[in-house]
């Protein structure tokens, strides 16, 4: 397929090996994203965040809902900008299983180069134009392309409808504003430790938080 992709965009494939590491799928009640520059505007310092019920795939996939979307201007409460509406949470089934992660994103690439017919292509270039097969070439120009690469559980999630009825994250503004401002100070820290603004997902398991991976933030430089 690869090969075929390649023939057909008139690119020219250099490596031809990918890598994917394995994780333990961790039992979560709760995942989040965060970003820690506000990645709309570019401000530095303001912490921006998504909380959903369960694993991080109803986050990041395009089921119906919304997350707990909100922003924490620097020395300042976070701000809910809009209460969590995903009808389905995700869990880890009951035996437990392991996650496999390609290796690359999307953010790696020199993204204004990468795209042009005639030019050179590494594997994380070809992964982002796989992945997005169905567009054209230049769709993908200037195209950042976190979230591309499929995040495969080894065996399938279960999946059931979220009890909003007496979910915490919707109707306890206590619980919301410690939990958000956990993840915002998490935010800063990894920040602080890693040299630059930082993309972060993680898992909340019974009170504890836990990073899954921390990137550098790809942010517009024209901002």
């Known amino acids: 397929m690869a090969m075929l ?9 250099i490596i031809c090996s990918v890598f994917c590491h394995f994780q333990e799928a ?9 970003h820690t520059a506000n990645p709309v505007t570019g401000a530095k310092g303001e912490v921006v ?13 395009n089921t119906s809902g ?7 201007p620097p ?20 035996a437990g299983c392991l996650i496999a992660r390609s290796d690359s994103n999307g953010e790696d690439l020199e993204v204004r180069k990468a795209f042009r017919p005639g030019h050179t292509l590494g594997i994380t270039a070809l992964l982002v ?16 392309g976190a979230g591309l690469y499929d995040s495969i559980l ?7 409808p979220v009890n ?26 990894m920040e602080a430790t890693m040299g630059s603004p930082q993309d972060v997902e993680g898992l909340v398991i019974n009170g504890d938080i836990y990073v899954v991976q921390s990137r550098p933030q790809i942010l517009n430089k024209d901002k």
């Not at 020395?75 to 009951?94: D, E, H, Q, R, Y």
């Not at 080894?154 to 059931?160: I, K, L």
């Open 26 to 34: 961790l039992p979560a009640d709760y995942a989040f994203v965060l």
């Open 66 to 72: 919304s997350a707990l979307f909100f922003v924490a």
């Open 5 to 13: 992709f390649e023939r057909k965009r008139h690119l020219i494939l």
């Open 49 to 61: 965040g998504e909380i959903v019920k369960g694993l991080g795939e109803v986050l990041v996939s």
């Open 154 to 160: 080894t065996q399938p999630a279960s999946e059931s």
């Open 129 to 144: 134009a796989l992945f997005r097969y169905h567009h054209t070439v230049s769709d993908c120009i200037d195209f950042a």
């Open 164 to 189: 909003y009825a007496e979910e915490p994250l919707l109707w306890d503004s206590g619980f919301q504003q410690q939990l958000m401002s956990r993840l915002v100070e998490l935010g800063k820290s």
């Open 75 to 94: 020395n300042a409460a976070p701000n809910v900008i809009s209460l969590p509406s995903k009808m389905a949470s995700m869990s880890v089934p009951g």
